[in-house]
């Protein structure tokens, strides 16, 4: 482990770019196609986990072939929306740079499947920045830590030298687990709902240098 060095571990959906919707369409479509409604705010309440995670919950009674099944038909879907429809957030690429610069290691901890962590990359030219891309597999999902842990070790970083972005509050919860400081952004959840975060704010392009030398990685 580097003892003097930061890791900067970010989520994907609602950190890196605004894909609620598309993982709602395919959601709804699937869900629909065996019958049961799925309406937006139980989306809502269920975003930041993985697809199969969501299934389960959704219809309790399905396989474990038939949850392999939707999270197959989940990923066509998600992947087939993707072009034209997602971009960088605000103040996601300003700080992408500054991280490089800074020399601190960054990484992905996303609980999408890597065949959408890898498009979204791609699509937005991002890629080159991140040392490491990680959809957790067959990890417990979010807020279980061991993502984020897999991440750290794989940068060679403590997890008190780690950083994470989030905007899920289960992704909040899965820092505190972890031993880790978190930045949470506002992008699909009011204030009050991600309370425990490092720091929140409405985007991180509202995130200055001072607030996170001097608030988020002090002391």
């Known amino acids: 482990m580097q003892q003097d060095k930061w890791a900067i571990i970010w989520d994907m959906d609602g950190v890196i770019v605004q894909s609620a919707k598309l993982h709602y369409t395919a959601l709804k479509q699937v869900f629909a196609a065996r019958g049961y409604p799925y309406e937006w705010d139980v989306f809502i309440s269920q975003f930041g986990r993985n697809n199969k995670s969501i299934v389960r919950d959704v219809i309790p009674t399905a396989t474990p072939q038939e949850v392999d099944q939707m999270d197959s038909e989940l990923i066509s879907i998600f992947l087939s929306l993707v072009p034209g429809n997602v971009a960088l957030l605000p103040g996601v690429l300003d700080w992408l740079q500054r991280f490089q610069a800074w020399g601190f290691a960054q990484g992905i901890a996303s609980s999408s499947p890597i065949e959408n962590i890898n498009l979204i990359t791609a699509t937005t030219g991002i ?36 950083v994470i972005i989030e905007d899920a509050p289960v992704g909040v919860q899965g820092a505190q687990r972890a031993g880790m400081r978190c930045i949470a ?3 699909n959840h009011p204030a009050n709902r991600l309370q425990g975060a490092t720091i929140i704010v409405p985007d991180l392009s509202h995130l200055t240098v001072e607030e996170f030398t001097s608030r988020v990685i002090a002391n």
């Open 127 to 162: 890629q080159s920045y991140f040392d490491i891309m990680n959809s957790g597999g067959e990890l417990p999902p979010k807020p279980n830590p061991d993502i984020y842990l897999q991440v750290a070790q794989s940068v060679h970083v403590p997890p008190q030298r780690c």
């Open 185 to 187: 952004v506002e992008t």
